[in-house]
């Protein structure tokens, strides 16, 4: 084995995901985003129909949601932009955190693999996995408008919003590398959700201010076109890159220091 041992430690990585349900628990999840979408759909679809079940007919009426493609690629485009956020964040507190709440941190630290290699693994885990997540929920956006033959389907709008959903899961992964110092530091699970909450309220502030553009958290939203009056330009994804490679430096120097397999 190699001193740096990037393969090995991702292959061991892989494995305790693949042994896990939570993969399969966060696919299951991603399914209820197109579903909902599926159900305001079919309620929104007729009006008589949607006063007939009362108040979730309200509420449906109430989402501004048209039924047709242009309606159920601006829900997902908003569900890419927001809910991925706390998925990713999920995910990142989980590959972390469960070190310390498993008390397997400190096997880590006695095998022949670099520190750096082990974070590195966890974070090219991270970032497929919500690769895999995003375009799943891709995948399923459009099946649901293909099997409700929706009108208004138009294949320029479907590829531009299909990127936009991308374009927002990927500045969500780096946006999210912090998360995994937070864990990793806090030795937990509690602090980096509750930290992944409070950027999400900060991203909506942003979103409000006309500032979503800076702000690294509300960056996806403004890559998948959620307010078409702002935009990300180079200077937005040189803020988001950045942001991520702070976090996986930090990540990294802690792990590096004294306290990590304690």
Do not use: N
């Not at 294949?155 to 991308?166: H, V």
């Not at 979103?207 to 939203?221: K, N, Q």
Request: hydrophobic residues 60%; glycine residues 10%; charged residues 10%.
């Amino acid at each position: 084995m190699t001193d740096t041992g990037i393969g090995a430690a991702l292959s061991a990585e892989v494995l305790k995901a693949r042994r896990s349900r939570v993969p399969l628990i966060t696919f299951l999840v991603v399914v209820l985003f197109p579903a909902a979408a599926a159900l305001f759909l079919f309620i929104v679809a007729d009006p008589q129909r949607a006063r007939d079940l009362g108040i979730l007919g309200q509420k449906a009426q109430l989402s501004g949601m048209t039924a047709d493609w242009p309606g159920l690629l601006t829900f997902a485009t908003q569900v890419a932009a927001v809910a991925s956020l706390l998925l990713q964040s999920f995910l990142a507190t989980w590959i972390f955190g469960r070190e310390f709440v498993d008390r397997t941190a400190h096997m880590l630290m006695a095998i022949p693999v670099s520190r750096a290699a082990v974070v590195a693994a966890k974070y090219l885990l991270y970032a497929g996995w919500a690769t895999l997540l995003g375009a799943w929920l891709t995948t399923l956006t459009l099946g649901v408008g293909l099997l409700m033959a929706l009108p208004g389907w138009s294949a320029a709008a479907t590829a531009s919003s299909a990127f936009g959903m991308m374009q927002a899961t990927l500045a969500t992964v780096l946006a999210i590398t912090p998360i995994g110092y937070v864990a990793s530091r806090t030795r937990g699970y509690l602090a980096p959700l509750g930290c992944a909450l409070g950027l999400l309220a900060l991203a909506q502030i942003a979103v409000i201010l006309g500032w979503a553009a800076y702000v690294p958290w509300a960056i996806p939203a403004v890559a998948a076109g959620v307010d078409p009056s702002q935009s990300a330009g180079g200077l937005s994804w040189l803020v988001v890159v950045a942001t991520g490679l702070l976090g996986v430096w930090a990540t990294t120097q802690w792990w590096r220091g004294p306290d990590a397999g304690l």
